[in-house]
Each structure stands twice: as structure tokens, then as C-alpha cells.
């Protein structure tokens, strides 16, 4: 049985071997590490979930917020991967679905609500019908030339 959980501090190298190996933008597994201790340090701007079966963590999502602690508040999916192993089986789905149930009831209790998700990823990406499943996010614009390619800035707007 799948189930959600917040990034603790123990858990954040074997959250950074999957990054490391899901993303090639981080260089080595140390600059993974030094990437996800940093955002750890970010909470509650930052906020990281995993996705874990058993003791096994198969994949994990990070939020962010941004432009400050508003009323009206406007979030990014800024990552999400599952493990090579763990693909195909509705974990993504799973993941983003409970996690983003954990920040609207953290909005909830500061007194905010959830006006804007957005998600970018690289055009070639098929995570964007991933994200159009389960947030009805849609592409709203595409920058050339952003990361290793064209990067698509997709919106959902609750
Ligand atoms: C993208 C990723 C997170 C999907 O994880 P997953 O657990 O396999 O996704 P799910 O099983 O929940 O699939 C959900 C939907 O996403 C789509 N999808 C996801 N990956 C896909 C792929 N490689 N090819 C085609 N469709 C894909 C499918 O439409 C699927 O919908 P369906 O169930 O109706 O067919 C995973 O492939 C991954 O970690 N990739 C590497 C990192 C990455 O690219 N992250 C996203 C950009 S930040």
C-alpha cells in the first residue's frame, strides 16, 4: 500500500540518489544532497513529500510558494520523480494528488487559499499529461532554450 509522507532529515539521501538519477542537473549525488538539504532548510516555503511502500521510498514531490505568504496564494510544482523501478503504476498520480490535499489543508490553517499551480517542464516531457490529469493544468507558454531544451510553463487555476 502506497503511502504520503513529509521529507525528514533522515531520509534525505535516499531522496537524493533518485534525484540524482531521475535529473542530470545535478552533477553528482553530493550536489543532489546540498541541493535537497537546502531546500529542506526552506520549510514551510519548501515543502517536500515522498511517496513510500513499505519502508521503500519510490518517489517524491517538491512544492514551492511564490511571491510571499499570501491570501491568494500562488504554488509551483517544482519537481516530482519516481523511481526507474516504480514507473508506470500511478505513483506520480498518487503523489500529487495526496501531497497537494497536504497543502491546501496547511493554506487552510494559515487562513490562505490556493489561486495558481504552475508546472513547467521540458516540451518533449510526457509529464505534461500527468499534469494536465491531475492538477487540469494546461500550457499557457513555452521559453526557448531554458534548461537542456524548450521548457513549457503549463498553469492550473483553482
Ligand atoms: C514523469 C514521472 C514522474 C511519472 O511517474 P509515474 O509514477 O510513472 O506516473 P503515473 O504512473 O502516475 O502516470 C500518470 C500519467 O502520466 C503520463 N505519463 C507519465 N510518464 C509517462 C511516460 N514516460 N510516457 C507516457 N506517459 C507518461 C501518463 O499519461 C499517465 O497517465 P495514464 O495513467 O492515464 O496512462 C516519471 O516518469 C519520472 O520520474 N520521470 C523522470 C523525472 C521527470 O521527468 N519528472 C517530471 C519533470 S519535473
Avoid at 518517489?59 to 491570501?71: A, D, M, Q, S
Wanted: hydrophobic content about 40%; charged content about 30%; aromatic content about 10%.
Amino acid at each position: 500500500m502506497l503511502k504520503i509522507q513529509s521529507l525528514t532529515k533522515k531520509d534525505i539521501s535516499a531522496v537524493a540518489k533518485i534525484a540524482n538519477q531521475c535529473f542530470r542537473g545535478y552533477g553528482s549525488f553530493s550536489g543532489a544532497k546540498k541541493w535537497l538539504s537546502c531546500n529542506f532548510g526552506a520549510y514551510p516555503r519548501m515543502q517536500y513529500f515522498l511517496a513510500k511502500e513499505k519502508d521503500e521510498i519510490l518517489g517524491y514531490i517538491l512544492w514551492l510558494e511564490k511571491g510571499g505568504f499570501r491570501k491568494e496564494a500562488v504554488w509551483e510544482l517544482e519537481q516530482i520523480a519516481i523511481k526507474e523501478t516504480a514507473r508506470g503504476r500511478g505513483v506520480a498520480t498518487f503523489l500529487i494528488e495526496q501531497s497537494l490535499k497536504k497543502i491546501l489543508s496547511y493554506l487552510k490553517e494559515r487562513g490562505s487559499k490556493l489561486k495558481t499551480i504552475e508546472v513547467t517542464t521540458g516540451t518533449e516531457n510526457q509529464a505534461q499529461r500527468l499534469y494536465q490529469k491531475t492538477l487540469n493544468a494546461r500550457p499557457e507558454a513555452v521559453i526557448k532554450d531554458f534548461f537542456r531544451g524548450d521548457e513549457v510553463i503549463m498553469i492550473a487555476r483553482l
